[in-house]
């Protein structure tokens, strides 16, 4: 018994079906895939996830969040370095032996690859620099400062809808 | 046949692509040479320096464009393998056949440009994080699909291999767009969205939407005069063949 004509699907919409059955089922499983690795997809842990859920020691973990204003020490003649890495509610120290990266600086965002001591404090084996999506020319970055809007040492800088603003009356300040 | 199907099929005849196509070849290619070179000078020479990358930060204006030729060149790869897997749509397997390499080279130098961008400011070339580890793994599909479409003695089989991979691979392309968004990275989040107020300075902007517009008029314009010098060679075959 045949259906009429109108009613049965031609291959090309069998086709398309199909298609579209394989694509949600793919896409369901990545979802799900995604979301039981999630916590293994994270490139860096805050400080305050590393307080809360201490790694095994002698794991090799990343430590991500700002670096303190003031905290950075550079030890007089060695590659040493200790500064304060936080996510604005804990702080961890780290101690650090090697070059750092040219875009470290206080109030940059890091991460460090290390282990978590018995003290608490992080040694890394290595420093990375985090660059935020931010990009500005020196002049406004150095009007920003001058009108005293922004201090790079204590976090990103404001909305840019404002930079015009900001640096505009930063020029009326200082003539 | 429903509307679609015969516009669709209509230019599929490659006699009509052709006599569609050609004109405009020359055109497009000169509007591309235009905008980037326009926008390549100014951002290389006259556009700003970043006020802590310094001039590291022209490397943006190759690598921006190059990682939005990958994505852009993925869905038309795609797509064209959906056109041949349900309508079995004949330009479409050689419109794949042509995009391949340019999507490859241009994932290629997204991830070098990336990686030479990387030293200097991150401080090392290359982490496992989700946004270039995505990234990597859609380099990986375009030299599958490359591969697989020309791997076959009998073509059909090699294009509707390459047609499925080219399709389940379109997954990976959400994961490269919102990684930076779903989980922490090492890679910047971006800096130009359709609802925010731009982060990025409008003098370091306007070259780089000159750049990414002159590139991807320009990778148009290849891959069309790629899928016509093909579509002559069939011709020509064709012909001598006839010929003998």
């Not at chain 2, 390499?101 to 400011?121: E, Y």
Request: charged letters at 15%; one cysteine or more.
């Amino acid at each position: 018994m045949s259906r009429s004509p109108l009613l049965k699907p031609s291959r090309k919409t069998t086709r398309l079906w199909i298609l579209c059955a394989s694509l949600l089922c793919l896409g369901s499983a990545t979802f799900l895939v995604l979301n039981a690795f999630s916590s293994n997809i994270v490139f860096f842990m805050a400080p305050s996830q590393l307080r809360d859920h201490p790694p095994h020691p002698s794991r090799v973990v990343r430590l991500g969040g700002m670096v303190v204003a003031g905290s950075l020490h550079h030890h007089p003649n060695t590659p040493d370095t200790t500064f304060d890495v936080t996510d604005g509610q804990v702080a961890i120290t780290v101690h650090y032996t090697g070059i750092l990266p040219d875009l470290f600086r206080e109030g940059q965002s890091v991460v460090a690859v290390g282990e978590l001591q018995t003290d608490q404090s992080f040694k890394a084996q290595e420093v990375l620099a985090k660059h935020d999506e931010t990009y500005m020319p020196k002049e406004v970055a150095d009007a920003l400062k001058r009108s005293g809007k922004w201090d790079p040492r204590f976090g990103p800088p404001p909305d840019a809808a404002s930079w015009n603003r900001m640096t505009a009356t930063s020029h009326d300040q200082h003539p | 046949m429903s509307p679609i199907s015969s516009w669709f099929h209509h230019y599929a005849n490659p006699g009509v692509f052709l006599r569609l196509v050609r004109p405009c070849l020359l055109p497009l290619g000169t509007i591309s040479v235009i905008l980037l070179m326009t926008g390549l000078i100014w951002g290389l020479c006259f556009s700003p320096a970043d006020w802590q990358q310094g001039e590291n930060v022209r490397i943006m204006y190759i690598h921006v464009p190059m990682a939005w030729l990958a994505s852009a060149c993925y869905v038309a790869l795609a797509l064209c393998g959906i056109l041949s897997l349900v309508w079995r749509h004949p330009l479409a397997d050689r419109a794949a056949i042509e995009i391949g390499p340019i999507g490859c080279a241009a994932s290629a130098l997204c991830l070098v440009t990336g990686s030479l961008w990387g030293k200097p400011s991150w401080g090392t070339w290359w982490v496992w994080d989700a946004r270039l580890t995505s990234m990597l793994i859609l380099f990986f599909l375009y030299l599958g699909h490359i591969t697989v479409i020309r791997a076959f003695d009998d073509s059909f089989r090699g294009q509707k291999a390459a047609a499925i991979l080219a399709i389940v691979g379109i997954v990976d392309l959400p994961i490269i767009k919102f990684s930076v968004q779903w989980w922490n990275t090492l890679h910047q989040p971006d800096s130009i969205s359709l609802t925010a107020t731009p982060t990025i300075s409008l003098s370091l902007m306007w070259p780089l939407v000159l750049c990414t517009g002159g590139f991807t008029l320009g990778a148009i314009t290849l891959v069309n005069t790629r899928l016509c010098a093909s579509l002559m060679e069939r011709q020509v075959q064709f012909f001598s063949r006839r010929g003998k």
